[in-house]
């Protein structure tokens, strides 16, 4: 099993890696297109806790986890 890596700051990603992060976010949008059904967060739960209220952002990250199979 590989080790989580936290994805903070662009500077600490060197540039094979981020080929693979942007490569294989390309592939499941493809997959997506072509009615694949990829749902990598299948069985996952998403808590999410915010300092000040962000609509937007909880938004899109219900919106992510749905698609995703969350």
């Known amino acids: ?9 662009l500077d600490q990603v ?3 890696t981020l080929r693979q992060i942007l490569d294989r ?3 499941m ?3 997506r297109t072509n009615g694949g059904h990829d749902k990598p967060l299948a069985g996952k739960t ?3 806790i915010f300092e000040k209220p ?3 952002t909880r938004v899109s ?3 992510g986890m749905r ?3 969350g």
């Not at 989580?4 to 700051?9: C, E, I, P, R």
């Open 46 to 48: 998403l808590a999410m």
């Open 14 to 16: 060197d540039p094979k």
């Open 67 to 69: 698609e995703l199979g």
């Open 25 to 27: 976010g390309k592939a």
């Open 61 to 63: 990250f219900e919106v």
């Open 29 to 31: 949008k493809k997959a």
């Open 1 to 9: 099993m590989a080790t989580l890596k936290h994805f903070l700051d």
């Open 54 to 56: 962000s609509t937007r």
